[in-house]
């Protein structure tokens, strides 16, 4: 039995920090799963943070905030794509 592909995917347009772009034609259920994961990441290292004052934690969630976002817009836009 073939799987079909996904029906949705990422558009690829979506850029963060100036430097880096989101990959076009990532399935969304992949997508997804690496959002969870960032937000979990992103959440511990706030928490991190904020309880001991720890700077690089601070940075790094910043970053992996942005990946998020640009993920999240790049998201909406395949979606809308398909429309």
């Known amino acids: 039995m ?3 592909p996904e029906r949705f ?3 690829g347009v979506s850029t963060f920090l ?3 772009r989101v990959e076009p034609d990532v399935p969304f259920s992949l997508a997804f ?25 601070g940075s790094a969630a910043r970053i992996l905030s942005a990946m998020a976002k ?8 395949g979606l809308n794509r398909t429309r």
């Open 33 to 57: 799963n690496e959002l969870s994961v960032l937000q979990g990441c992103i959440l511990h290292l706030t928490t991190e943070a904020e309880m001991e004052g720890d700077l690089k934690a």
């Open 18 to 20: 100036e430097c880096f």
């Open 70 to 77: 640009a993920l999240i817009n790049d998201l909406e836009i």
């Open 9 to 11: 995917a990422t558009a």
């Open 2 to 4: 073939s799987e079909q």
